[in-house]
């Protein structure tokens, strides 16, 4: 659901112009599992709309994308008439603030976005002691004939030949995916004190917007003012279209389905957390099966390579950060999620647990192998199960760094009780990750604690499940962001299977 809103008359002292943003907040409704009926009630931010300055009817152009469950309740505008809903502004006692109109709108499943150029020609003059500072604003039409802002240019200053900065925008955001229906353009000049003179209009289309430059792309500037008044007015300039580039965005399934594996790398740190029960599996368990049963699906082998680190190893005790969980070095490859857990379980009995805990072995290990396939073939995500206690910072931050550039994941499950403050840092969701005065070239981590997922009722198959979702979710933008940035588009997706036809077979 697309949400819009803008403010209507705010009564704020009539000398003093606001300068307005919205903050959405939303309820968040829990996790979305068949057996999960707790709730948070806490409203949290959800958004933030952009600043507009001196006025008191602000109009914002910012949006906000929100997920529509059918089956939960959820406190959006869908089932308001129009979409639209009106309420009153409140917050100071006593006194009328305003009027906010927020708007939903289903959008499509249309995936084109399209850069678009204009330029204009023979503006209004607008300025007493110069030309005009004109800027364009975009609108898409409703379903009830309104209009909806859905895109502002910069102001190009004192000219009345404008040529604006070519920008991109998805097409369901212009007309929702229809073609056909009606955009208006209006043409200001910008003012200091936001009372921008408007100098004319014109209304077109997505179809006749993707013709391209051509003669059919040339409008005329209407003021309707200016039209009734004058007898000899013809417009008020020209607004003509440079360029317009169709880009369809592509998502991380049209690379599943074109064929492009996630290779996935299983490293348990071996610590007094992994006490075995016969009776249950214990959070190192937990987390590892949880995510890679999700993830393996992924993987068009099923053969995950598992290494163990901080440990001495049998027969001479030789402490070891990079180790084969099955015992065999030459080949670490286990046999699905059950293989690795299984060598996994193996190595608690043969392995004795040992300190320092060092990161940077196992991530260095994946960047070798993520460095010998660049093509976009093959994406591969390491999995870091820890119980939070890291020995070479500086080191591991070095090759998260160098390996933010190659096609890889890393993903780290926090388990037991420790200050998980390291971790935090390494995720770089705040502050991007530096090492050396190098900053990584894009976010490749994602940390999660798992005791924040543990259900209160003892049900573990629920707590899986909440780590699972949480600990994949930036999986799949970390993956297009690589591909995007390398240029790398999915295969096609193969054709559907046909059975072959059988033989037609006749009884005498």
Not at 388 to 416: H, R
Request: with cysteine; hydrophobic share 35%.
């Amino acid at each position: 659901t697309h949400i819009h809103a803008h403010c209507l008359k705010p009564l704020v002292p009539s000398r003093v112009m606001a300068n307005w943003s919205l903050t959405w907040q939303h309820r968040v409704q829990g996790w979305r599992g068949r057996e999960d009926t707790q709730k948070d009630s806490n409203p949290r931010p959800f958004g933030r709309t952009e600043v507009i300055d001196n006025t008191l009817n602000p109009d914002f152009v910012r949006k906000f994308i929100l997920d529509y469950f059918f089956e939960e309740r959820q406190n959006l505008l869908v089932g308001s008439l129009g979409g639209r809903l009106e309420k009153p502004l409140v917050g100071i006692p006593g006194k009328k603030c305003g009027t906010i109109i927020v708007k939903a709108e289903e959008l499509s499943n249309c995936r084109e976005s399209v850069m678009m150029q204009f330029c204009g020609n023979k503006l209004d003059k607008k300025d007493f002691f110069g030309k005009s500072d004109p800027f364009l604003v975009f609108y898409r039409s409703n379903e009830d004939g309104t209009f909806t802002i859905c895109h502002k240019t910069e102001v190009v200053k004192n000219t009345l030949n404008p040529v604006w900065q070519a920008f991109k925008i998805p097409v369901r955001a212009l007309c929702n995916g229809d073609y056909d229906r009606t955009i208006k353009v209006e043409v200001y000049d910008w003012d200091r004190d936001g009372s921008h003179d408007f100098i004319g209009e014109f209304t077109t289309s997505y179809r006749e917007l993707s013709r391209g430059q051509s003669q059919f792309n040339v409008y005329e500037v209407i003021n309707p003012k200016k039209k009734g008044r004058k007898k000899k007015y013809l417009n008020s300039g020209t607004v003509t279209l440079l360029s317009f580039l169709v880009d369809t965005e592509v998502t991380f399934l049209d690379y599943i389905k074109g064929g492009h594996p996630l290779c996935t790398g299983n490293p348990a740190q071996p610590t007094s957390l992994h006490y075995m029960s016969p009776y249950q599996l214990n959070a190192y368990g937990m987390a590892l099966k949880a995510v890679g049963e999700i993830i393996q699906d992924y993987d068009s082998d099923k053969m995950f390579p598992a290494l163990g680190f901080g440990a001495k190893l049998p027969p001479d005790g030789r402490v070891s950060h990079e180790f084969a969980l099955n015992g065999n070095p030459q080949n670490p490859y286990c046999n699905g999620i059950d293989g690795v857990m299984e060598a996994y379980y193996q190595s608690l009995r043969s392995v004795q647990l040992y300190g320092p805990t060092n990161f940077s072995p196992v991530i260095n290990h994946v960047a070798r192998y993520a460095a010998s396939v660049k093509d976009g073939s093959q994406y591969f995500v390491l999995l870091i199960i820890t119980d939070g206690v890291i020995s070479d910072m500086a080191q591991t931050k070095e090759a998260i760094v160098n390996a933010s550039c190659l096609p890889m994941s890393i993903i780290i499950v926090g388990v037991g009780p420790a200050e998980f403050d390291a971790m935090v840092e390494l995720d770089g969701d705040e502050v991007r990750i530096s090492s050396r005065g190098r900053y990584a070239e894009r976010d490749i981590v994602q940390f999660v604690p798992f005791r924040d997922y543990v259900d209160r009722t003892g049900n573990h198959i629920l707590s899986m499940a909440r780590l699972a979702k949480d600990v994949l979710a930036e999986v799949p933008d970390q993956f297009l962001s690589y591909m995007k940035t390398r240029g790398i588009k999915p295969a096609p997706a193969p054709p559907p299977y046909s059975p072959p036809a059988q033989p037609l077979q006749t009884q005498i």
